[in-house]
């Protein structure tokens, strides 16, 4: 075997890193088959995409030679050996060719050099390098070729393949496929790991499951939700049920033994679900948990080193690099972590390769603001091209929603009736009235409250104002603005507090971060009016699994409400519609009712011409209006959620705690350090942190301390109290936030 290296750290040849990624390939087709992907010309693609690495400029650099400043990128130079005329003897046609020169020359992105002489130059070096390569029987499969000798139908240098170039989707999709998988295989031989680990245990497990339940309980079954969804495995599905219907377990059976991706709006209710799945007790996946489940959003590694204690055996480097490649079968995760393939920026192939062979389920869809919603119909009807599943499965489900996929030629089966009960679990009451302590208090003795306002500035006056009446050990306010620390703590003490079957008494202050993201049942609901899908949502924090056995429970304030546009971010149209249908509802509501209201309110019908609607209009034709490969992958980050805020340190906490956030600086900016002690530093550090909404931080004065040319930390110049959170100088800006 001759020399020609890789890779340098460490030392790896060309040959040696190959053989892994012809491992990877063989891995892969056993595990997932059925992918409609050339499986031939993969392989060409793995066997040739670093062959121009044997240039001599590329083999000095990484030996500690000087760098040639005219150094053509290998995988412009790989495309020598593409075995054109093979492939046209066994009946490729010219598209399908050039899709293989095109993956092999860009699998790094890069553009193509404008010295085409020196491209040509160097390609004819190649051949010397070739006739002493050794490669065995592989070296067969290959030809070698001089840059003139390549057709320009295959090898154009502008050549590159778009979606919309005139060429027929299948060509663009099968590009995608063979280049983002030809990246999985690469990254996965790179990190010395697996492309995939198979999903050969969750029917086996789900099995198991229902087998303990019937120990218990001989007659246990299925309920009929997770039955629909086993039997609609196959389809695209959207299903409306309500709390307590076993929505997470009905999307397991939806999966089976497939790869799939879990997505839910709010971190917090992905680390439930991904604990609940992985409990060593009543968890699903109890066994060789870390090559099964992986959680998928920007506190992952933090998360892992929580669980790390209690999962048995976790290599957390290993771990936190098989979740990053998506090589587990199954993936808890958010929107952004894998829908931003939707602005198709330069290296998106991966994830879009990776969902034509999964299934996607969605939760909790009505959480999103209207960009995001945007990003999941374009991303479904992406999804849906490639060759992969999805699921929504959702309490309440806004009439659009259906509309918006049909429109984007996404084919679904909706189940013909919602999967709701006869119980009631509602009373309500429409108070005509701006929100108030006075009337909050005389609720107060033997009953555990909630209060939600719509902005953060409510939220704190009313809790001052209950804290002077009843004391601050008792009443308690969670928001956004909290250092992540201090929110940790409320929202364990929520938990706590709204157990089924707790009786302590207490008053819980909040904003719409409760939504849908803690799992609490208090005993009486007070907030303020946002629109009738955030009520809904709101409610089911009250009474959560328990039938009504008082005359009211909610009470809706719906006069004077903040948050509202143009200043705050709820759509007045939304809230005024939902107000008037309010009018007439006084006393117990159904589960169909609160259905039937939200089709009211979010039919398209109802939406034309809203702000709302063509928010999420103009958001989709964004999205859409990008060319292939005109943003990189940090701009997208920055415009995926169209949140511009700052993770920073409210000054009055660094100065409390200025040592050990120094310290903590340090141990991150002190090389030779393993990366587990400097991540640990960082999840320790982010404790003092909260993301500071841009309006705000704009407005502010702030102070950074560097860790390195592209890293630092911020202190936001701002009021903080662990009682209030953040106050910002401009008390004002505290009405667009929540």
């Known amino acids: 075997m ?24 063989e891995l892969l087709q056993k595990i997932y088959p059925d992918i409609e992907v050339d499986w031939y010309l993969l392989d060409l693609a793995c ?11 590329f083999q000095s650099k990484i030996s500690g030679g000087r760098t040639n400043k005219n150094e053509i990128t290998h995988g412009y130079l790989s495309v020598a050996f593409v075995p054109f005329e093979k492939l046209e003897d066994r009946g490729y046609s010219e598209d399908e060719i050039r899709i293989l020169f095109q993956v092999i020359a860009r699998h790094h992105e890069r553009k193509f050099p404008r010295a085409k002489d020196v491209w040509k130059e160097e390609i004819s070096k190649l051949e010397l390098e070739w006739n002493d390569f050794e490669y065995g029987d592989l070296k067969k499969k290959l030809e070698y070729h001089i840059a003139d000798e390549i057709p320009e139908i295959y090898f154009h240098i502008n050549d590159q393949i778009f979606e919309n170039d005139g060429a027929p989707f299948e060509t663009f999709r099968q590009y995608v496929l063979l280049k983002g998988l030809l990246n999985r295989i690469d ?15 969750l029917e086996a497990a789900m099995t198991e499951q229902m087998s303990a339940f019937r120990k218990q309980n001989p007659d246990a079954d299925w309920k009929p939700l997770q039955k629909y969804m086993q039997a609609h495995q196959e389809e695209n599905v959207i299903v409306v049920a309500e709390t307590g219907m076993g929505k997470t377990e009905a999307g397991l059976l939806w999966l089976g033994n497939n790869k799939g991706f879990f997505t839910l709006p709010l971190r917090t209710a992905i680390n439930a679900i991904y604990s609940r799945l992985m409990d060593s007790e009543t968890g699903i996946v109890r066994e060789q948990q870390t090559d099964r489940v992986g959680l998928l959003h ?4 933090g998360q892992y080193l929580i669980h790390e204690p209690e999962i048995e055996a976790m290599d957390i480097e290993d771990y936190f690099t098989k979740t990053r490649q998506m090589s587990l079968p199954i993936t808890v995760c958010t929107l952004d972590q894998l829908f931003d393939f939707v602005f198709r920026y330069a290296g998106f192939e991966p994830k879009l390769a990776t969902l034509s062979y999964s299934k996607v389920i969605i939760d909790e869809v009505q959480m999103y603001s209207p960009d995001l919603l945007a990003y999941l119909i374009v991303g479904l009807s992406y999804i849906q091209k490639v060759g992969g599943k999805f699921t929504i499965l959702t309490a309440t489900l806004p009439g659009i929603i259906p509309d918006l996929l049909a429109e984007e030629g996404v084919t679904f089966t909706r189940a013909e009736e919602d999967f709701i009960s006869d119980r009631v679990r509602h009373s309500l009451k429409v108070i005509h009235e701006p929100i108030s302590s006075a009337f909050i208090s005389a609720f107060y003795e033997d009953n555990r409250i909630l209060v939600i306002c719509n902005t953060v500035r409510v939220a704190k006056a009313m809790y001052e104002e209950l804290v002077e009446a009843h004391g601050d050990a008792e009443v308690h306010l969670l928001h956004s603005q909290f250092i992540k620390r201090d929110r940790t703590a409320k929202e364990d003490a929520i938990l706590s507090d709204g157990q089924k079957g707790s009786s302590r008494p207490c008053i819980w202050v909040a904003t719409q971060v409760v939504e849908a993201s803690l799992d609490i049942d208090v005993d009486i609901l007070f907030t303020e009016l946002s629109d009738v899908n955030g009520l809904f949502q709101r409610m089911g924090r009250c009474y959560r699994n328990r039938e009504l056995d008082v005359a009211t429970n909610v009470y809706v304030f719906d006069v004077e409400c903040s948050g509202l546009r143009p200043r705050g971010f709820i759509d007045a149209q939304i809230h005024e519609n939902s107000r008037a249908l309010l009018q007439d509802v006084d006393g117990a509501v159904s589960e169909a009712q609160k259905l039937a209201m939200i089709d009211r309110v979010y039919s398209t019908e109802a939406l034309e011409g809203s702000e709302y609607y063509e928010k999420v209009k103009g958001d989709i034709d964004y999205v859409k209006s990008f060319g292939t490969y005109e943003l990189d992958k940090n ?5 995926f959620r169209d949140i511009n805020s700052v993770a920073a340190i409210p000054k009055p906490i660094f100065a409390e705690n200025e040592a050990e956030i120094r310290g903590y600086i340090e141990t991150i900016k002190t090389k030779g350090l393993d990366r587990k002690t400097k991540m640990r530093a960082r999840t320790m550090l982010s404790a003092f942190m909260l993301d500071v909404p841009g309006y705000i931080f704009e407005k502010g004065k702030s102070d950074a301390i560097k860790i390195n040319d592209y890293e630092k930390v911020t202190i936001f110049d701002c009021d903080y109290d662990t009682g209030l959170g953040l106050t910002p100088k401009d008390r004002e800006k505290e009405s667009q936030f929540f």
Do not use: C, W
Not at 12 to 21: C, S, Y
Not at 47 to 57: E, P, Q, R, Y
């Open 2 to 25: 001759n020399q020609y290296l890789a890779k340098s750290d460490p030392i790896e040849t060309i040959q040696n890193h190959t053989n892994d990624l012809l491992k990877n390939y």
């Open 47 to 57: 066997l040739i995409h670093d062959l121009g690495k044997m240039n001599t400029s």
């Open 635 to 639: 701009e997208v980050k920055k415009r």
């Open 187 to 201: 990254f996965a031989a790179s990190a010395d790991i697996d492309v995939e680990k198979p999903n050969d245990f």
């Open 298 to 301: 920007s506190e992952t590694y």
